[in-house]
């Protein structure tokens, strides 16, 4: 009579467990597709103001929200849970995924910096060599949105 | 032989300037909506941080993008283009719309200044109160996403 007892218990403990760690893996996906989507906004309208179509007043205030967005991304991946567009291979190869990541937080930093010590001309002259989105995307991200 | 040279002349200017104007427009209204995405998507990191869903770690820096975002909103409010979710109100009252948004960045700042100072139990204790969010948005937005 111990089967059941023990397969009875293990579906008992999944009803318990299961529901709430799929909770748990929707959580901490909807928790980073908020930040990479922050980081696609500010990215946008950084666009915007570097094809001339609207004014440059917030140039700066773009770059620092890049910038701190950039170094809160890498700890929103740590949790090993794949899905929304983040590909397998984010944690099959994480040494390589979070030096980038920490490149683009040091990159986007450093665009932030010379914004507040040479103004936005100077940052914005080459910050889109330091907005390295697309070559990381290209490899780790699915190019069709989830639902 | 006047009336159609003029009439002529306006549907030629209209011809080259109705399209470029239309063009500005829309660019004003992507504008916006990065910006206020930008606050949705940071308000609602912060929302799973202050519900335990997610660790706390980027609790500062979530308040600081806030911060520093809604002191860029005004600006992108400031060209009198209706469209997106805002309403025409925004324009009609723009002295409660830009007194109600100035206190949102004031707000903002002042709980960025309270993380940088207290730590970030003392700035998420009352952060609610800060995000006046939705006392706006019920006057100022319309419910529907536009397309």
Known sequence: MKRPFVTLSA?????FVLPSARADDK???????????????QS???GQILSTVVPDDNAVAHINAIALTASTALK??????????AKPDVWANWADFSKRM???????????????EQG????????????????????????????
Chains 1, 2 share one sequence.
């Open 76 to 85: 929103a991946f740590e949790p090993k849970v794949p899905g929304g567009q």
């Open 102 to 116: 920490n490149e683009f937080a040091q990159r986007t930093a450093q665009a932030a910096k010379v914004a507040k």
């Open 44 to 46: 946008a309208a950084l």
């Open 11 to 15: 579906l008992a403990l999944a009803a």
């Open 120 to 147: 936005k001309e100077a940052a914005l002259s080459n910050i889109l060599d330091q907005l390295t989105c697309k070559s990381c995307h290209e490899v780790y991200r699915e190019d069709k949105k989830d639902k």
């Open 27 to 41: 959580d901490v996906i909807e928790y980073r597709k908020h930040i990479m989507n922050t980081l696609n906004e």
